[in-house]
Structure formats: structure tokens, C-alpha cells
């Protein structure tokens, strides 16, 4: 072969390597070759499975109450973070409180869980949108154990609880729950969603303005003393009992929480939302949370809103943790759905929220 010929075919194998690396490219991220990965369709069919098909609705925490207030910073975190939600200052809140399950015409006397999503709104356009639960862990780490738990706690069709032929097998596979479960078992369960602690259970990364990043979860404390249900009498609990309970307290006065941003000390375990961080960590009071109106969310604010916890503004940032990224895609399946299907608290065909219409036409 002639020097020529090398010449001219070295550049040309090149753009062939380029061309054949792309198209490999392409089919792995469309899940042609390689392992197959989880998408937000199977996690929401697996949560269809587990809860029955309620068009309009959440597929999961799929009974809510919408409310609305304002977050007053006291600024003591933009040691932490430059978002501009830590900055001293006051911002409008939208948010929603909720029960886990996808069942929105199940009765309020469950174990797991008591939430409450937020929008904090700042004036240079960002958004923080969390989605937080009433424990500080999780039961499962990744999304496969997430579906697998899904699978697990199934209703049986006859008795209307979970099969315990089914959990058994899931449990002996899935030794972690075991942390989650013995948190449950000691834990009061707040008997107003007023009075919960509500925690970001994943990790987040926050960034100061020397360009320090720390990992962070966070806490809303309430002022709000604690008392319990009764939980040997979950089950006799009127069906919106903590829906209406809110509904009567917030006429009478607004309720407050003080956000806890809770630094990671060296050795913490930041991408596995089962294992608790323990003993003395660096606080911050960065605010008080002051909800001051609710209204049910078949006309509330909170309806058309996508509460997607890797919406983030400057400042603050995805940790390690691999359920955040599944998070992201579930959340945006879910909200798709329901969107489109003009039915439940969705039927006058939610318009979808500027951001998540944003990101669903970058994905
Ligand atoms: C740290 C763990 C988690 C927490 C704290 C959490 C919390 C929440 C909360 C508070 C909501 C209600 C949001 C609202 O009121 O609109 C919610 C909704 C939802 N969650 Fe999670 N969740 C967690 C993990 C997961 C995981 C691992 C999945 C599945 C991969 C998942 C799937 C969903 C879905 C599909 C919705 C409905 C979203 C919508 O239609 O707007 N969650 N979650």
C-alpha cells in the first residue's frame, strides 16, 4: 500500500471510528445495548400495580392538600449555599402535603408516609422544589430495590393487606429495610401534618461563594408540639381525618417549621438514603416556614405542579445518591400522565409548569 493511500485513508477510518462511536453512543443512551436500565414508565407501572390506576392523579402520594405560604431566611445559610432562598429575605412558598400510596381515595390512618412538597420562589427566577417525608430514612437505596419493594407490598386481591409470601423473600434480599423498619416501629406518627418533622432524606450538594461545596440534608422542625396517632387504631381513623384536621387548624391560625440544613461530617454516608447520619453535626437555622392558607388540590395551586426534588437553584446541587436521578424520571412520568389524562384533580387538563415543561422538552 502507498504512503498516498495511508494518507488518505488514515482521516477517512477516523470519521468512520467518530461516526460508529456516536451511533454506539445513541443506542446505549436509548437502552439498545448494554444492561437494561429502569425508565420512569416502569416505575410507574409498578407503582399502577401496587396502588390501582387512578387517572388525574399522582402515582404516588397520590392524596394531598395544597397549601401556600412564605419562607422567611434568616440568611445564616448562605454560608452554605449562594441559592438565593438562603439569602436574608422573604419568599412566596406554594407546596403540598400528602400521604404516600397510590391511592388517593385510601383512608388517612397509614404508616408510611407523611410529606410535604415545596416550591420556594426567589426573585432572581430560581426555583427549589423539594419533596420530603416524615422520616429521616428511606427503606430502599436504588431504584431496582424501589420496584422490588413495590412488587413486595403488593395488596393481596382477597385480604386487601400485603402477602406476606411475597414480603419475606423481599426482606431476606433486601437487609437494609431493616433500619427503616426499626425507625418505624419506635417512631411517634404525627397525628397532624403540622406537627411532623419533614426531612430531605437524600443528601444535596451545596455551594458557598468561595466555590466550597459541602454535602447537606436537610429538616423542617415544627413548632408545633408532637402527639401521635393511636396506632393500634390506624385503621378506625375517619378517611380524611388529617386532611380536614389541617384544613380546621390553618383557619385558625398559621402553622410554622424552623429549616435545619444539616452539614455532613467526614465518613457520612451520602449516597445511600437508608443509613442515618448520627451524632453531633454543624446546624443551621437558615429559616422559618410559615404556611398560612390550604386549599384542596382539585383547585389548588399545587395540582399542576411537578414537585421534582432535582429541581434546584444555583448554589444547590444532585449528590451521589442514585435515587435523586430515579426520582427525576418518576416524578416526571407521573406528572406526564396524569397531565394528559383529564380525569381526577387534573380534569380541566392541567397545564404543565413552565420548568418541567422546560425540562421535558430538553430530555
Ligand atoms: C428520599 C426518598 C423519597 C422522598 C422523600 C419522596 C417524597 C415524595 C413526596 C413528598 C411526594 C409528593 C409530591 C407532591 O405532593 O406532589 C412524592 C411523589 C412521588 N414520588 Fe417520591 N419520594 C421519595 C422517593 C421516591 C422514589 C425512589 C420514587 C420512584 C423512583 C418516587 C416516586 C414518586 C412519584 C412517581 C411521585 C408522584 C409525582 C407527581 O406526580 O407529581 N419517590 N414523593
Redesign the pocket.
Given at each position: 500500500m502507498s504512503t498516498d493511500r495511508h494518507t488518505r485513508l488514515g482521516p477517512l477510518a477516523l470519521i468512520g471510528a467518530i461516526v460508529l462511536l456516536f451511533i454506539a453512543a445513541f443506542a446505549w443512551a436509548a437502552g439498545w445495548i448494554g444492561a437494561r436500565r429502569v425508565n420512569g414508565g416502569d416505575?410507574?407501572a409498578a407503582?399502577e400495580d401496587n396502588g390501582g390506576k387512578h387517572p388525574g392523579y399522582?402515582?404516588?402520594?397520590a392524596k394531598?392538600l395544597c397549601f401556600s405560604g412564605t419562607f422567611a431566611a434568616t440568611g445564616s445559610g448562605a454560608a452554605l449555599s449562594v441559592a438565593q432562598a438562603l439569602a436574608r429575605g422573604s419568599y412566596p412558598v406554594i407546596g403540598?402535603f400528602?400521604l404516600a400510596g397510590g391511592n388517593p381515595l385510601a383512608g388517612d390512618g397509614r404508616n408510611v408516609?407523611h410529606?410535604?412538597?415545596l416550591l420556594l420562589n426567589t426573585p432572581d427566577g430560581q426555583q427549589w422544589r423539594m419533596?420530603?417525608?416524615h422520616t429521616p430514612i428511606?427503606p430502599v437505596a436504588d431504584?431496582d430495590s424501589?420496584l422490588a419493594l413495590q412488587r413486595a407490598t403488593k395488596p393481596d386481591a382477597t385480604t386487601g393487606m400485603p402477602d406476606p409470601a411475597l414480603i419475606q423473600p423481599f426482606l431476606a434480599a433486601h437487609p437494609e429495610v431493616r433500619a427503616f423498619q426499626d425507625y418505624m416501629a419506635k417512631a411517634v406518627l404525627p397525628d397532624s401534618f403540622a406537627n411532623a418533622i419533614y426531612?430531605?432524606?437524600?443528601a444535596f450538594r451545596f455551594t458557598d461563594r468561595a466555590g466550597t461545596a459541602r454535602l447537606v440534608r436537610w429538616h423542617f422542625v415544627p413548632e408545633a408540639a408532637l402527639t401521635g396517632l393511636d396506632k393500634a387504631r390506624l385503621d378506625r381513623l375517619p378517611r380524611d381525618h388529617l386532611l380536614r384536621e389541617m384544613t380546621a387548624r390553618t383557619a385558625k391560625g398559621p402553622s410554622r417549621w424552623h429549616l435545619q440544613l444539616v452539614v455532613a461530617n467526614p465518613g457520612d454516608v451520602t449516597d445511600n438514603?437508608t443509613v442515618a447520619w448520627t451524632g453531633p453535626h454543624r446546624t443551621i437555622e437558615a429559616g422559618i416556614l410559615t404556611i398560612n392558607a390550604v386549599s384542596p388540590e382539585e383547585t389548588g395551586a399545587?395540582r399542576d405542579?411537578?414537585?421534582d426534588p432535582t429541581i434546584l437553584p444555583e448554589g444547590i446541587g444532585l449528590s451521589d445518591d442514585p435515587?435523586l436521578a430515579?426520582?427525576a424520571?418518576?416524578?416526571s412520568?407521573?406528572?406526564s400522565r396524569?397531565a394528559a389524562e383529564g380525569a381526577g384533580p387534573s380534569a380541566a387538563g392541567g397545564a404543565m409548569d413552565p420548568e418541567t415543561a422546560r425540562r421535558e422538552t430538553a430530555r
Amino acid at each position: 500500500m502507498s504512503t498516498d493511500r495511508h494518507t488518505r485513508l488514515g482521516p477517512l477510518a477516523l470519521i468512520g471510528a467518530i461516526v460508529l462511536l456516536f451511533i454506539a453512543a445513541f443506542a446505549w443512551a436509548a437502552g439498545w445495548i448494554g444492561a437494561r436500565r429502569v425508565n420512569g414508565g416502569d416505575v410507574i407501572a409498578a407503582l399502577e400495580d401496587n396502588g390501582g390506576k387512578h387517572p388525574g392523579y399522582r402515582r404516588a402520594h397520590a392524596k394531598g392538600l395544597c397549601f401556600s405560604g412564605t419562607f422567611a431566611a434568616t440568611g445564616s445559610g448562605a454560608a452554605l449555599s449562594v441559592a438565593q432562598a438562603l439569602a436574608r429575605g422573604s419568599y412566596p412558598v406554594i407546596g403540598r402535603f400528602s400521604l404516600a400510596g397510590g391511592n388517593p381515595l385510601a383512608g388517612d390512618g397509614r404508616n408510611v408516609f407523611h410529606s410535604m412538597a415545596l416550591l420556594l420562589n426567589t426573585p432572581d427566577g430560581q426555583q427549589w422544589r423539594m419533596a420530603m417525608d416524615h422520616t429521616p430514612i428511606f427503606p430502599v437505596a436504588d431504584i431496582d430495590s424501589f420496584l422490588a419493594l413495590q412488587r413486595a407490598t403488593k395488596p393481596d386481591a382477597t385480604t386487601g393487606m400485603p402477602d406476606p409470601a411475597l414480603i419475606q423473600p423481599f426482606l431476606a434480599a433486601h437487609p437494609e429495610v431493616r433500619a427503616f423498619q426499626d425507625y418505624m416501629a419506635k417512631a411517634v406518627l404525627p397525628d397532624s401534618f403540622a406537627n411532623a418533622i419533614y426531612y430531605s432524606i437524600n443528601a444535596f450538594r451545596f455551594t458557598d461563594r468561595a466555590g466550597t461545596a459541602r454535602l447537606v440534608r436537610w429538616h423542617f422542625v415544627p413548632e408545633a408540639a408532637l402527639t401521635g396517632l393511636d396506632k393500634a387504631r390506624l385503621d378506625r381513623l375517619p378517611r380524611d381525618h388529617l386532611l380536614r384536621e389541617m384544613t380546621a387548624r390553618t383557619a385558625k391560625g398559621p402553622s410554622r417549621w424552623h429549616l435545619q440544613l444539616v452539614v455532613a461530617n467526614p465518613g457520612d454516608v451520602t449516597d445511600n438514603a437508608t443509613v442515618a447520619w448520627t451524632g453531633p453535626h454543624r446546624t443551621i437555622e437558615a429559616g422559618i416556614l410559615t404556611i398560612n392558607a390550604v386549599s384542596p388540590e382539585e383547585t389548588g395551586a399545587c395540582r399542576d405542579l411537578n414537585f421534582d426534588p432535582t429541581i434546584l437553584p444555583e448554589g444547590i446541587g444532585l449528590s451521589d445518591d442514585p435515587l435523586l436521578a430515579a426520582r427525576a424520571k418518576a416524578y416526571s412520568s407521573s406528572f406526564s400522565r396524569r397531565a394528559a389524562e383529564g380525569a381526577g384533580p387534573s380534569a380541566a387538563g392541567g397545564a404543565m409548569d413552565p420548568e418541567t415543561a422546560r425540562r421535558e422538552t430538553a430530555r
